[in-house]
C-alpha cells in the first residue's frame, strides 16, 4: 500500500522530470504531464499490468498516450518504472534530433510505446482498435491467454477532435468494455480557457453513445482509483472524467493556458519546487522515491509469468498458432495457395473488376490466413471485402472475423492500426478510394510507425462511371503515394491482384492501399509465371525489339496501353508496355532494374485516368501523359473515358505526334 505522503512524492517525480526536461529542451509540454501525473501515478502503481523486462508480453495492459503533447509523462513513466531501454539520459535529451524522447511518443523509439501520438484524436480512436482486437483474441484463443485492459489518457483536444466521435461510437456500439478512457477535464487548451470553443457535455456525449462515465476529482489517488475499480467491473466502456489542474503545482502559471506548450522558466521551477517540497537537483529522483517506482515497475512479474505458465500449458497446436500470429508470421500455406489460385487465373482468364478479383483473391487468403479480420465502412457490396470465411463481428459474438465499421473511414483507419500493434491480427478494410481523404491521418501514422495495415480502396477512377466527380478520384494516388513508406498498388486484372494482395500480407512493416476498379478489365496477364512480377512495382508486359514508343500504366489503363500497344504495331511502329501497380516498390528496384524498365524508346507515354503528378519521374518531364487535368463528371464510364481522352487512339495519336 502506498501512503498518501508516498504517492504525492511518485507524482512529483513525473512532474519534475516533465519540468526539467522541457526547460532542458527549451520547448515541450508541462503542463499536461504536470496535471496528469495522480492519475498515471495511480494507474502505473495499482493497476495497469505491464512488464518492463517483457514489454512485448501479449497479454499485457495497453496504456496509450493521447494527449501525445503530454509525451514527458510517458517518457518519465518508461524511466521511473524501469524500461531499460529508457535512460535518465534519454529523458535529458528530451527532444534533440536522433533521441528516443522525440517531441510526441512515437511508436518503436523506446518499449513501452503502445503506439505514435500527436495528432490530437488519433490515440484514442487507435485504441478502439487495441481493445477490439483483445476481445476478438479472447473469443478466439479464451481468456486465459488473452484478458486484458486498454488504458488511454485523452485531453480536451483528442475529445474535440472529429475522429473521437466516430471512436466512441464504434467502441460504445461494440461494448469494448475493457477500454478505460481517463478525460484529463482541465478545463485548458492552448488559446486559453476551453470554453472559448466548445460547450459540449461530455458525460451525456459519452453516455449517449454507450459508455459509462465516472467525475472524479483528478488529484485525489482515492478517487482515481475507485474509478478504475468501477470501469472494471463494467460492461460498457468507461469514461473518467478527472478534474486536475494544468501544471498542478507551479504557483503562479497552474490552471492557464500559459503551462500548456512552453517551459515554466527557472523561476517558476524554483517556486514550484518549493511549493511541491521538492529539493532535488534537476534531474534527480530520491532514492527511496526510485525504489517505490521501480517496485511498481516489479508488480506484474508474477501476473506475466503465470500467464506464460497458461501458455505453456496450452494445447502444442493452439499455442503455436498463438505464438505464430503474435510473432507477425504469416502461415506457410499462403504461397502455395497464392500460386494455385495463380495457376488456375492463367487458365480461366477472368474479364472482372479487380474489386471482384481482390474478394476472390481474399477467399483464397482468408482460407488459410486466419489472422486477417476484414471490414469495410458499409461499403461491404462494394468493397467486396466479405469472403465466406468471415462472418460478421456484433457486440455479443466476436467469433466472427469482419466487422462493420459504419460510415465511419477515419476511426476506422485508426482502429485498423490498434488492430495492427495490438498483435494476432491482420486488419484490412474497405472503403471507396476518393474517401482516402477522410482517413489519411491515421494511413500516414500507419505509414510512420511501419505497421501492416491492408487498406481496400475501390472505385479508383472516373471508371466508376455515374456516381460522378463526388466520387471520381483524379488525385487520390499521387496523394497516397506522396505518402513515405506506404505502398500504394493499382493492380491492371486478377492476376496482379492477387500478387499484389501477397506483397501487402508479406511486408510485415508497412501499409498498404490497394486502388480497384468498378468496372470490368479484360486480363493483362494470360500466362502463369510463378514469380510475383508486381513484387517490383513495375515490369514489362509486353516487350518489343528495338521500341521506339514505351508505353507505361497502372490499373485500368494497362488495358488501353495494351491496345495502343497493339495499334501501333499495325502501323509498323514498335512499341512495350510497362505495367506499373507500385511506384514505391519501383523506385527502391536497383538502378539497373529500373534503367532498363523504364528503357530508352524515344517515346515514353504514361496512362493514368488521374494526376500527372509523380509520374514524370518515369517518363520524364518531356514524356506525354494521358489522363486527368480536371475533376471528373458524372456519366457512364466508357463515354466519360472518351470525354476525358483516355483512349488507345489517344495514345496512338500522341506517339505519332512526337515521332513526326
Ligand atoms: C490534430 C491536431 N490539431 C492540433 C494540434 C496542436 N495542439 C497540440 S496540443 C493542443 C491543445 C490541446 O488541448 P488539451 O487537449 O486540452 O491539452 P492540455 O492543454 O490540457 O495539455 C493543440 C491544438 C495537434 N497536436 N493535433
Redesign the pocket.
Known amino acids: 500500500m502506498i501512503s498518501p505522503e508516498k504517492h504525492q512524492r511518485m507524482a512529483n517525480a513525473i512532474r519534475f522530470l516533465a519540468m526539467d526536461a522541457v526547460e532542458k529542451a527549451n520547448s515541450g ?1 508541462p ?2 504531464p504536470m ?1 496528469c501525473a495522480d492519475v498515471a501515478t495511480v494507474l502505473f502503481t495499482r493497476y495497469l499490468s505491464f512488464d518492463p523486462k517483457n514489454p512485448l508480453w501479449p497479454d499485457r495492459d495497453r496504456f496509450v498516450l493521447s ?4 509525451s514527458m509523462l510517458i517518457y518519465s513513466l518508461l524511466y521511473l518504472t524501469g524500461y531499460e531501454d529508457m535512460t535518465i539520459e534519454d529523458i535529458k535529451s528530451f527532444r534533440q534530433l536522433g533521441a528516443k524522447t522525440a517531441g ?1 511518443p512515437e511508436y518503436g523509439h523506446a518499449s513501452g510505446i503502445e503506439t505514435t501520438t ?5 490515440g484514442i480512436a487507435t485504441a478502439v482498435g487495441m481493445a477490439l482486437a483483445e476481445k476478438k483474441l479472447a473469443d478466439e484463443f479464451g481468456s486465459d491467454l488473452q484478458n486484458h485492459y486498454t488504458y488511454v489518457l ?8 472529429g475522429i473521437s466521435q466516430e471512436a466512441i461510437t464504434l467502441a460504445g456500439h461494440l461494448k469494448l468494455n475493457k477500454l478505460i478512457v481517463f478525460w ?1 477535464d ?5 488559446d486559453g480557457a ?1 470554453s472559448l470553443a466548445d460547450s459540449t457535455d461530455q458525460h451525456a456525449r459519452f453516455r449517449s453513445a454507450g459508455w459509462n462515465t465516472i467525475a472524479i476529482d483528478g488529484h485525489d489517488p482515492e478517487a482515481i482509483a475507485a474509478a478504475i475499480e468501477t470501469a472494471k467491473k463494467s460492461d460498457k466502456p468507461t469514461m473518467i472524467a478527472a478534474k486536475t489542474v ?1 501544471g498542478f503545482g507551479a504557483p503562479n502559471k497552474a490552471g492557464t ?1 500559459k503551462v ?2 512552453s517551459p515554466l522558466g527557472a523561476d517558476e521551477i524554483a517556486a514550484t519546487r518549493k511549493a511541491l517540497g521538492w529539493n532535488e537537483e534537476a534531474f534527480s529522483i530520491p532514492a527511496d522515491v526510485l525504489d517505490a517506482w521501480r517496485l511498481a515497475g516489479l508488480r506484474s512479474t508474477k501476473t506475466r509469468k503465470d500467464w506464460e505458465a497458461r501458455l505453456a500449458g496450452t494445447d502444442a497446436e493452439k499455442r503455436a498458432e498463438f505464438n505464430r500470429r503474435f510473432a507477425g508470421e504469416l502461415p506457410g500455406t499462403l504461397s502455395g495457395a497464392v500460386d494455385a489460385y495463380k495457376k488456375k487465373l492463367a487458365e480461366t482468364k477472368p474479364t472482372v473488376a479487380t474489386r471482384k478479383a481482390s474478394e476472390d483473391a481474399l477467399e483464397v487468403i482468408n482460407g488459410v490466413v486466419t489472422e486477417t479480420l476484414g471490414g469495410s465502412a458499409d461499403l461491404t457490396g462494394s468493397n467486396n471485402t466479405k469472403t465466406s470465411q468471415t462472418k460478421s463481428i456484433t457486440p455479443t459474438d466476436f467469433s466472427g472475423r469482419y466487422i462493420h465499421y459504419g460510415i465511419r473511414e477515419h476511426g476506422m483507419a485508426a482502429a485498423m492500426n490498434g488492430i495492427a500493434l495490438h498483435g494476432g491480427l491482420i486488419p484490412y478494410s474497405g472503403g471507396f478510394l476518393i474517401f482516402s481523404d477522410y482517413c489519411r ?1 491515421s494511413i500516414r501514422l500507419a505509414a510512420l510507425m511501419g505497421i501492416r495495415v491492408i487498406h481496400v480502396l475501390t472505385h479508383d477512377s472516373i471508371g466508376l462511371g455515374e456516381d460522378g466527380p463526388t466520387h471520381q478520384p483524379v488525385e487520390h494516388m499521387a496523394a497516397l503515394r506522396a505518402i513515405p513508406n506506404l505502398m500504394m498498388f493499382r493492380p491492371a486484372d486478377a492476376t496482379e491482384t492477387v500478387e499484389c494482395w501477397q506483397v501487402a500480407l508479406e511486408t510485415k512493416d508497412r501499409p498498404s492501399g490497394i486502388a480497384l476498379t468498378r468496372q470490368n478489365l479484360i486480363p493483362a496477364r494470360t500466362e502463369y509465371e510463378e514469380r510475383n512480377l508486381c513484387a517490383q512495382g513495375a515490369y514489362e508486359l509486353i516487350s518489343a525489339s528495338d521500341a521506339k514508343v514505351s508505353i507505361f500504366a497502372s490499373g485500368s489503363e494497362v488495358e488501353i496501353a495494351m491496345k495502343a500497344q497493339q495499334q501501333l504495331e499495325a502501323k509498323g511502329i514498335s512499341a512495350r508496355v510497362v505495367s506499373v501497380p507500385c511506384f514505391e516498390l519501383f523506385f527502391e528496384q536497383d538502378a539497373d532494374y529500373q534503367e532498363a524498365i523504364i528503357g530508352d524508346a524515344p517515346v515514353k507515354i504514361a496512362v493514368e485516368a488521374g494526376i500527372r503528378q509523380g509520374w514524370d519521374a518515369i517518363i520524364g518531364s518531356t514524356g506525354t501523359f494521358i489522363g486527368m487535368k480536371s475533376f471528373g463528371a458524372s456519366g457512364p464510364a466508357k463515354e466519360l473515358y472518351k470525354h476525358f481522352g483516355i483512349t488507345a487512339d489517344a495514345v496512338v495519336a500522341a506517339a505519332e505526334a512526337k515521332l513526326a
Open positions: 509540454h503542463g499536461m496535471g494527449a501525445g503533447h503530454g510526441h500527436g495528432p490530437l484524436g488519433q485523452a485531453g480536451d483536444g483528442c475529445l474535440m477532435e484529463d482541465n478545463g485548458i487548451s492552448i476551453i494544468i493556458h500548456h506548450g491521418p
